[in-house]
Each structure stands twice: as C-alpha cells, then as structure tokens.
C-alpha cells in the first residue's frame, strides 16, 4: 500500500509571503526584508494583515513555490497525496485554493484536496507544513518548511527542509 | 478526552433531497416522490442533477434536517465535533457551505469545518455520513443517515438512523 502525504499549500506550495510583500509595499510602500520577519508571525511581521488577506485574487494570484511543481508531479506518481490547507477562517480562499491548484497543479485530482480549519482529524504517514501548531500533533513522519516565521524556533521532533528538492531527497 | 466526532452535511445536515425536488419542479413541472427515488443515486435520480448542484445558491438554500440544529448543539457540547462535507467537486458550494453553517449552526466555530474531496484522511471515533463510501474506511463508529439513495442496501457493519433523534439516543 502506497504511503499518505499530506501537503500544505500557504507557505509550502504557494509563495504567501510574497503575495504579503506586494500588497504592502503598493499599499504601504514599504518593502521589509525577510531576514528581518524572522520569528514574528504572519498578522505580526505585516501591519495590514487582515485587509490584504482578505482581499480578491490574494491567494490566486501567489506564485508556485521554486521547484513544487515537478517535485510534487513525481511524490503523487509514489504516493497517495492530498493537499491540506486552512482555509475556512477566509471564505474567498476557497474557491481562489481550487483554482489555483487546477492553474499549477493540474495532476491534483478534485478528490485529493481538504479545506479545513483546524488539521487535528488528519491522519496519514507524512506531513509537511510550515506551521509545528498542524505538525505538532500529526502522528506520522512530520516535515517543517522552513519559512520566516518559524525559523526562530525548533522542538526536535520534525525534519526541518528549506526547499523542495530538499523534499524530494526525502521522499524520492 | 472527549470523543471526536465527524458529521456530514448534504443529507445528513442539509436536506438536499428537497432542493432536487423543488428545482426540478421549477424546471420541468415533475414531482417525484421519495419513495419512487429508493436505491437510486442522486444524479440517477434527477435528470438534470448537474444543471441543479451547479446552481448559485443551491447548497445555500437549502433546509436543515429537522431536530439537527437542537441535537448537534448538545452533541458539540459533550464531544470534538467536525462538519465534514464533500464539497471540492463543487466549487460554487465551498463559499456557500461555509455561510449556510453560520447561519443555522452559529455555534460551530470556522476551526471545526473540514471541505473535502475524498474522506479517506478523516480519522476519528464517531462517522455519520448517508453515504456508505465514507462509512466503510473509517476506523471508529460509524451510522448511517437513511436518504432514500442509500434505503436498498445494508452491509451490517454501521448503525442505521432515520433522523437526529435517534442520533440524540444513540450520542447523548
């Protein structure tokens, strides 16, 4: 039997901070290094969370993480994939995930996809996600995305990865 | 640690049945009776199941099953309750799903809300579902929820109600 990943899709599969960066900076004019966001959480390193997440076309318009898209293609030919996000907290996303998906990611079948809020019912051998609050209860083989606002913390328990091809030398 | 307990939506919360009828009515003047739908699939039942479920607001719309509102606010009172809804087939419903549970189901808050694809990845003590597809995989109590597509067979191993009530003796 083929192994069940569980994939992330903000901050793993889609460049989140980079959609946050645009918006301040033709909102605030303000351009923040990611170097300095270290250790602060999202709503914490950008003054007008709420209004640019909330905002149309936020999460559509996210570029693909460097190297997801073919690295992902060749997990799914090995696993039994789904892609797991939160996304009920902002109703507009939902529908932006599944087209942004069909967009990037056009081998993720329908069925393969869980919007949710809270991760706690998600079982399966491998998580990855940039969050340890989701890792941090899965009882499988977990993975950490490195992203700013996790990197000023470490609890030993998950496999830390900076990129996908670091994945893929995991999983392939 | 209290039970963890995952609920469907359409035909279990949702009375989806009504919407079908009373869009074909509008569409084509017919009339059927529940009884005359027994063992057939929904999209085998209505001729233009499709055109319906693909209809703004048609998940919105939609009635609650009576006695669910009163019984799951004590059943998410005494148990980890999840709204688990197969949803991501249809894009229009995900919005929609969402703002139809804040309207009659004010107390369960966004974290408790899980739209899937597939329900392979749900684990938990308690399944109620009309469908015997997500039933039989999961690994805890499972009852079916009678709708009239799935009166025509019983495989032994779920709990058989025919509305919430029953669900209150079995859960509280």
């Known amino acids: 039997m083929r192994e069940r990943i569980a994939v992330d899709m903000d901050g793993v599969l889609a460049d989140i901070y980079g959609q946050f960066?645009?918006?301040?900076?033709?909102?605030?004019?303000?351009?923040?290094?990611?170097?300095?966001?270290?250790?602060?959480?999202?709503?914490?390193?950008?003054?007008?969370?709420?209004?640019?997440?909330?905002?149309?076309?936020?999460?559509?318009?996210?570029?693909?993480?460097?190297?997801?898209?073919?690295?992902l293609e060749e997990v799914n030919s090995k696993y039994d994939l789904f892609i797991v996000s939160s996304a009920i907290q902002f109703p507009l996303s939902l529908d932006e995930k599944v087209r942004w998906l069909n967009k990037y990611f056009p081998f993720i079948h329908w069925k393969q996809i869980v919007l949710c809020g809270s991760k706690e019912l998600i079982s399966g051998d491998v998580m990855i996600d940039d969050h340890f609050k989701n890792l941090d209860f899965f009882n499988g083989k977990t993975i950490i995305f490195s992203q700013p606002h996790n990197l000023n913390r470490e609890n030993g328990r998950h496999i830390r990865v900076d990129n996908w091809k670091e994945i893929g030398a995991i999983l392939l």
């Open 21 to 71: 960066l645009k918006h301040e900076f033709e909102d605030l004019n303000i351009k923040q290094s990611l170097d300095s966001l270290i250790g602060k959480l999202e709503n914490e390193a950008f003054s007008n969370h709420d209004k640019y997440i909330n905002s149309p076309n936020f999460f559509y318009d996210a570029d693909p993480i460097e190297d997801s898209i073919e690295i």
